[in-house]
């Protein structure tokens, strides 16, 4: 039997404003509602951001917090991950909610190019979001969105700051970062398995690389992430009707790659996270 795969739904993201999406989900009741349609079609690890009341993002805890516990209530089991991610947010604030202990936050080892700006993230700052991480007992996924990212996670590792087996994420089609290319992943998931060979991976496409990367990700025994945040095309538009449909597009695409869909207790173990309260 095929190793089953963790359905990640990233729910809103830094994605424009609602008057140009209407289907993204944007008020904590919107997410809870979207993660909830989400999950029920078989996402099983929600990868949230939350915005303020104007829409922008935030890194206000008690915004998480309340997405949080509606999603905790909602949706059994599923694996929360919050955002550590630049856009919009000062640095100092990126990890100003990691108080409340997800499951799990993302961590993006080294900067990168984005389309307009610089994704910034200094060697000491990766360093002390990984120790907030560690010492919470929260799980970081490593956002790799270029080669580099991956030996810096594997030094991390070496010293002690990110725990063994790490969990990646290699990210493709960013402007400026890593174009959509099978011979790329292919080369990351060779490097990581000499270096992290316990660890676990997903990848992510953007735009209209998404679906094309879920297909790599199922046929080399990768997980698998989608979402709303994702969908968006640089014209900022979405191509997506809702979350729950794109998780019904990667569920039916699992099958035809032999690959049962994890339910959340086998997520959280195929994680080596803590089983749900
Ligand atoms: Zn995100």
């Known amino acids: 039997m095929a190793d089953p795969c963790i ?29 909830q349609e989400a999950f029920e079609a078989g996402a099983t690890l929600a990868h949230v951001h939350v915005r303020d009341e104007n829409e922008n993002p935030s890194s206000d805890p008690e915004r998480f917090a309340r997405l949080q516990e509606g999603v905790t209530k909602h949706c059994p089991g599923m694996i929360m991950q919050f955002s550590t991610g630049g856009r919009g947010r000062a ?26 700006i610089v994704y910034e993230n200094p060697p000491d700052f990766v360093r002390s979001l990984a120790k907030t991480m560690l010492d919470s007992d929260i799980k970081p996924e490593i956002e790799v969105f270029d080669l580099a990212m991956l030996y810096n996670t594997a030094d991390l590792v070496a010293q002690g700051l990110i725990a063994d087996p790490p969990h990646v994420q290699f990210v493709f089609g960013v402007k400026h970062a890593l174009p959509a290319r099978r011979e790329i992943l292919e080369f990351e998931v060779a490097q990581m398995k000499k270096l992290l060979p316990r660890a676990t991976w997903t990848a992510a496409g953007i735009g209209r690389h998404q679906l094309e990367v879920n297909h790599w990700a199922l046929e080399m025994g990768g997980h698998c992430r989608t979402g709303l945040e994702d969908n968006v095309r640089w014209d900022k538009t979405t191509l997506a009707p809702s979350n729950a449909a794109l998780v019904r597009r990667v569920a039916e695409l699992c099958a035809e790659y032999g690959r049962p869909v994890a339910t959340a207790a086998q997520a959280r173990a195929l994680l080596g996270l803590r089983p749900a309260v």
């Open 7 to 35: 359905i990640t739904v990233a729910i809103t993201g830094s994605v424009p404003r609602k008057k140009d999406n209407p289907a993204l989900p944007v008020t904590i009741g919107e997410q809870v509602e979207s993660t």
């Open 91 to 116: 640095m100092e604030q990126r990890g100003a909610m990691l108080y409340l202990k997800p499951d799990m936050a993302s961590l993006a080892t080294g900067s990168v190019n984005f389309p307009t």
